[in-house]
């Protein structure tokens, strides 16, 4: 099962509240930036996880610097919307 990571979730409500209320991507990605929230690949850096320092070397402002990607992936995720499916097979 899935657990909710109690450190961010606020980030990803507050994504899918302002998309509610009929704000574009790039205006979420404005408000964020406003907010200096870590964007999801530094929050994953700080984690410990490898492979993301790289997009923040010689420029730590990056971190805070939302894209257009990162909030569309996570308003078109099934998982942070709250929808799940689970493999089903078929029995022979």
Do not use: M
């Amino acid at each position: 099962h899935l657990l909710i990571d109690d450190k961010v979730a606020h980030v990803v409500k507050e994504i899918f509240d302002l998309a509610l209320k009929g704000n574009g991507v790039a205006k979420i990605c404005r408000h964020l930036n406003k907010q200096h929230i870590l964007r999801p690949a530094a929050y994953a850096a700080e984690r410990g996880e490898t492979g993301f320092e790289r997009h923040f070397e010689g420029n730590e402002d990056k971190r805070y610097i939302w894209s257009g990607n990162s909030v569309r992936s996570i308003l078109r995720s099934p998982i942070y919307a709250g929808r799940q499916y689970e493999k089903q097979e078929t029995p022979l």
